[in-house]
Structure formats: structure tokens, C-alpha cells
């Protein structure tokens, strides 16, 4: 089964609790300063246009904004994965993965472990192709 957990989908679910847990996952997993990110995420928010909507989740979809373009390149550089691997997208799945799956086709998606081996192709500088396994 190949149901695909899409950025939009973890805009759906991530509340404020949830990225109280991504913060300190970062901290705890990888030794980030999330003092400082989240200081620099503050500011994000406050110059974001989209906290000016009157959506109940805003601070999730910003964060994951956030996330994408600030805290995505440190992680494939301390991963030494590729600039275009998906790793802050596949950390968010993997830590709402219970969220994410409200539905019995995504909750077996998830159990079956299926999603850890989707592979993400790209040419390297060379334009040999490398294929990555997420997690």
C-alpha cells in the first residue's frame, strides 16, 4: 500500500503541544541549541503573513514553514544527506505518525513499517543516481 502522508497533511494535525515534542526531539536526538531556533522561530512567526488568518492551527503551519526552510538544512548536514532529501518532512511523520493516521488504510500504512523504505532518488553532482532510504 503506498499512501503518501503529504507536508498539508502534517499542517492538519500539528498543534502547539506538538511542536513543544519536535523541539525537544531535535534537542534530545541531534543537540540542537533549541533555545536559539526557537527564539529565530518566534521572529519567523511574528513576520509570517499566514499568522494573520484566523486558522486555529496557525502556529503548526508556520512551524512546519519554519521547519522546512531553517531546520531542514541542518539536519541533512549533520545527516549527510543530499540539500533536497526530505528529512524535516519524514521527522514530522515519523512523530505524528499516530496523528496522521486516522484512517485504517494510513494506520496500516504506518504499522506495516512500509514508509520507512520509500526511496528518494536524485543525480548527484556527477549525474550518477543515488538512491536514499529515509529513516
Not at 85 to 114: E, V
Amino acid at each position: 500500500m503506498n499512501i503518501m502522508i503529504t507536508q498539508k497533511d502534517v499542517k492538519d494535525v500539528i498543534e502547539y503541544s506538538d511542536v513543544k515534542s519536535v523541539w525537544q526531539h531535535l534537542e534530545k536526538t541531534f543537540g540542537l541549541n533549541v533555545n536559539i531556533h526557537e527564539e529565530n522561530f518566534k521572529q519567523y512567526f511574528i513576520n509570517h503573513p499566514k499568522h494573520r488568518y484566523p486558522e486555529y492551527k496557525n502556529l503548526g503551519i508556520v512551524f512546519v514553514d519554519f521547519g522546512k526552510q531553517e531546520i531542514e538544512p541542518l539536519l541533512n548536514k549533520i545527516l549527510q544527506r543530499d540539500d533536497s532529501y526530505p528529512t524535516w518532512n519524514n521527522l514530522l511523520r515519523f512523530l505524528l505518525k499516530d496523528k496522521l493516521a486516522d484512517t485504517s488504510a494510513q494506520r496500516d500504512y504506518y504499522k506495516s513499517g512500509a514508509w520507512k523504505s520509500v526511496r528518494i532518488e536524485h543525480h548527484d553532482q556527477a549525474g550518477l543516481q543515488n538512491n536514499f532510504i529515509s529513516f
